[in-house]
């Protein structure tokens, strides 16, 4: 009777493999559904909440990040009632004894391990994502779950199509008992896959379908193979083709009515940008009627900001492009933002939305068409080419079920990609689910806790990564083997006749680390800052860009640190505070400021450029004057380039080469060092990688044989991917004595990462006392790390005070434009960061065993919780 009032609420027919998984659940069985985006594998899970609330008990809807869960609670209330549906994430906890609750995966794992009585009742888990359990950060969390789960439980698991689906559902049943595996391939909308070329010799985009009669396209293939054999121009080899310009592609898919489309860029910058060359383009796509529609969803997503945070975050050009038709949506806009572009383009009323890859997962946005603009994508280390499974879960949003017959994925020419790997990729429909599991010291703390020796080390020989251990071994050799090769090569190449280039480096980098300012010239600096109005001219001795600039702004930090907003000679904008001036500067003139006052505007830039003209140019080049060794530590500087500069390697023709190479080797040495800790760790089971953490966690005090200090006890309620060492940081008394804006910037330090490549800024902290904290920590986290490689362990990462100064001053109470203005880090940015370190001063509060140490972390928690943040954090049904 259930099953018949349910499918009738749907109001069409179930799909064959929808009703298999609703016979397996009718059978009591645990279920894995694999299946495309978009084929409706969520009925299932609804299927299982309506049978928990049919039987009076609980179910637990679970995904991986909190948007997802959000909008999963959204669904839920509207159609059982906010009475019947709570939310539990790092940022709302709503109606928590609810008989359905939707949460991040992280949630029910630590209630799992707490033992929580909210577990009482619980009858079925839904897994939303479950292929998430190959994210090499927070997939374990998955496994924990599946393997720890109360035994009464059935899961609901759903995934994107996986190659080895039967193997995941075979583990599953070995672990769990009855689990059914429903593989669905078909997808609920045909998909094409097309190809787009600019060329020379067309007025028009060339549009290819990749494939043929299943196979690659040979009119595709030979026009890419002509851009190889095309007239060479000024003595150069110039292509006919090229990658289609954004506005051309989206001009082109309007008038094959291929819109609404999702373009996706592997760049937040780029997506903005994308938006932006649309939008000066005069590119329109909506009615007068749709822009009025956009509006009213946009007011009410943003109206829990306030004016000068919209000002900030640049609300009226987003608002403009919004109304457009064309928006951006990455994780550097804040979650209002997203939200809005989410919900427009749900509508129908945005027709382009630029995205990174980060729009893929779960979010309800499906698309006619999905645009792939390039291949590759930079990982923070390198450039990779996509998987089979990213192309997958990417191209999955092409077409929209009920809507459209066809979707379209077009994946646009490349000089660095050839078509037969684009054919390539496009016809690996399916990709392998793989384990990222592996023993952390919280699961080892939380194992020794409530399992006995011999059930524990049982537990992890269930790991599905166990499972899979073996195969990888041979993959990893042969990689490590690759590795090694490309080391020699690196090598051989560094190696230079005239001297030891590796003695070279290491004189450069003395000259690095000696080079900064001493305190008496900083103080100096600091105070030549303080004068500093707008439009005054300063002539910079070195740092970010050595010559003249115009100050357009000043601010000053909670931390009395001085930060100017400048503007160089060539219309380079600049944010400088006193680490970014190795002397004093020298005001040499000054400008009347162009009025409006609109720093970031082109036009307000290139006027002020032209007012500065040659105003106190200087005769001679500011290191004839002000860069003369003055101190010892400034001889002694000078003596170290003296010995960089007459090492017999500096005279050699091909120093560059040899300096790219060793620099190449260096990271080729880190990386052949990684996977031979990976081959080893894969060579022995899970259990005896376990026995080394807690031979690590014995050394530093958390265990005692088979039972926890009351460290360890401590240790299993930190849930963190730096959890031993935040425990360390509480045994060591490093956050006691702090008031709450110093907590929030030390406890940043390990929510923290810097993204992209490059070497970070200098640390940055607003009291001596602070400082010398963060040295404490970062000595800390040093020995872990050397234990850790004893151990043949992967590394803790190391805490990262990149964003100590900003977390210092928000919990100060500075508005967010005196925070981030001047800052390289978006708003979207910036409140994700803030969320993490909310959860985990909460978590400091909870665990902390002085009082007044919990008490200040639950202050910092309370205190940074505010304006963008917390609007950021409503839950709207």
Not at 256 to 262: D, K, S, T, V
Not at 415 to 437: E, I, M, N
Not at 535 to 560: E, F, M, N, Q
Not at 601 to 621: H, I, L, S
């Amino acid at each position: 009777m259930l099953r018949q009032e349910f499918v009738e609420t749907y109001g069409f027919e179930l799909d064959a493999f929808q009703a298999r998984a609703l016979d397996a659940l009718d059978a009591g069985h645990s279920v894995l559904v694999a299946a495309p985006t978009g084929s409706g594998k969520t009925v299932v899970a609804e299927y299982a909440v309506a049978k928990a609330l049919d039987d009076g008990a609980k179910a637990f809807y679970t995904t991986p990040i909190k948007a997802l869960s959000n909008q999963k609670f959204g669904d839920l209330v509207r159609r059982h009632g906010p009475a019947n549906v709570g939310l539990l994430t790092g940022d709302n906890s709503i109606n928590g004894n609810a008989p359905v609750v939707v949460m991040t995966t992280e949630v029910l794992r630590n209630m799992i391990y707490a033992g929580s009585p909210a577990l009482e009742g619980l009858r079925y888990v839904v897994l939303d994502e479950v292929h998430y359990l190959q994210d090499p950060y927070r997939g374990p969390v998955w496994e924990e779950v599946i393997i720890h789960a109360p035994p009464t439980v059935d899961l609901v698991c759903l995934s994107a199509t996986v190659s080895n689906a039967e193997e995941f559902a075979d583990w599953i049943e070995t672990v769990r008992g009855d689990t059914t595996a429903v593989i669905e391939e078909r997808r609920p909308t045909e998909l094409q896959h097309l190809y787009l070329v600019a060329d020379r010799d067309s007025e028009d985009l060339h549009l290819l379908p990749t494939f043929i009669d299943n196979r690659p396209n040979p009119e595709a293939a030979r026009l890419d193979a002509s851009s190889a054999r095309s007239p060479r121009y000024r003595g150069r080899p110039r292509s006919r083709l090229s990658t289609p310009r954004r506005v051309d592609v989206v001009d082109r898919l309007e008038r094959e009515r291929m819109l609404p489309a999702i373009y996706f860029i592997f760049s937040r910058q780029a997506c903005d940008d994308a938006a932006r060359q649309l939008l000066d383009a005069g590119v329109r796509l909506t009615t007068e009627e749709e822009r009025a529609q956009i509006r009213t969803i946009v007011e009410a997503k943003v109206e829990t900001l306030t004016d000068d945070d919209l000002s900030v975050l640049g609300y009226g050009r987003w608002l403009a492009g919004l109304e457009a038709g064309v928006a951006s949506h990455h994780a550097g806009m804040v979650p209002p933002f997203k939200e809005a572009v989410e919900a427009c383009f749900a509508a129908g009323l945005v027709k382009v939305v630029f995205a990174t890859e980060t729009l893929a997962l779960g979010i309800n946005m499906p698309a006619r068409s999905v645009v792939v603009e390039k291949l590759s994508k930079f990982t923070g280390e390198r450039h990779e080419f996509l998987t089979p499974g990213e192309y997958t879960q990417l191209t999955g949003r092409a077409g929209r079920r009920g809507i459209d017959e066809i979707g379209y994925a077009i994946v646009l020419w490349s000089p660095f990609v050839p078509f037969d790997q684009v054919a390539a990729l496009a016809s690996k429909r399916t990709y392998a689910l793989k384990s990222s599991f592996r023993p952390t010291y919280n699961m080892a703390a939380n194992l020794v806790r409530r399992y006995t020796p011999d059930v524990a080390h049982h537990l992890l020989n269930l790991s599905f990564a166990q499972y899979g251990a073996d195969r990888d071994v041979v993959r990893l050799e042969a990689k490590l083997e690759q590795s090694q090769q490309t080391l020699r090569v690196a090598r051989r190449e560094a190696n230079c006749e005239r001297g030891d280039v590796a003695e070279y480096r290491r004189l450069l980098r003395d000259v690095d680390d000696a080079a900064p300012a001493p305190a008496a010239v900083r103080t100096q600096v600091a105070e030549a800052l303080e004068r500093v109005k707008p439009g005054d001219i300063l002539l910079l001795p070195g740092g970010k860009s050595a010559g003249r600039v115009v100050v357009l702004s000043t601010a000053r930090r909670s931390g009395g640190e001085v930060r100017l907003g400048a503007l160089t000679d060539n219309r380079r904008y600049l944010t400088l505070s006193a680490r970014d001036f190795p002397a004093r500067p020298r005001t040499i003139g000054h400008i009347d400021l162009p009025t409006p006052y609109m720093p970031r505007n082109p036009a307000f830039q290139r006027e002020v450029a032209k007012a500065m003209g040659n105003v106190g140019t200087p005769d001679g080049p500011p290191s004839a004057r002000d860069e003369r060794p003055r101190t010892r530590r400034d001889h002694r500087v000078a003596a170290m380039v003296h010995a960089a500069e007459e090492h017999p390697v500096a005279d050699c023709p091909d120093l560059r080469t040899h300096l790219r190479a060793a620099e190449r080797a260096e990271r080729m040495e880190k990386e052949v060092r990684r996977l031979e800790r990976q081959v080893r760790s894969r060579s022995e089971s899970l259990a005896r990688q376990f026995d080394r953490v807690l031979r690590v966690l014995e050394a530093w005090g958390y265990v005692d044989g088979w039972s926890l200090t009351e460290a360890g006890e401590q240790l299993a309620r930190i849930y963190h991917e730096s959890d031993l060492l935040v425990a360390e940081s509480l045994r060591s008394e490093l956050l006691d004595d702090l008031d709450p804006p110093a907590v929030a910037a030390l406890a940043s330090t390990f929510t923290y990462e810097m993204r992209g490549p490059g070497d970070p800024p200098p640390a940055s902290f607003p009291s001596a006392k602070l400082r010398r904290r963060w040295a404490d920590l970062d000595r800390i986290a040093h020995e872990l790390n050397l234990a850790e490689d004893d151990a043949g362990l992967p590394m803790t990462r190391r805490p990262d005070p990149g964003f100590a100064d900003l977390a210092h001053s928000w919990a100060a109470g500075d508005e967010l434009a005196d925070v981030i203005a001047d800052e390289e880090m978006s708003g979207g940015d910036f409140v994700r960061n803030v969320k993490q370190l909310i959860d985990l001063l909460r978590q400091l509060g909870d665990v902390a065993s002085e009082p007044a140490t919990a008490k200040s972390a639950r202050d910092a928690a309370d205190r940074i919780f505010r304006g963008v943040v917390a609007a950021s954090s409503v839950v709207g049904s």
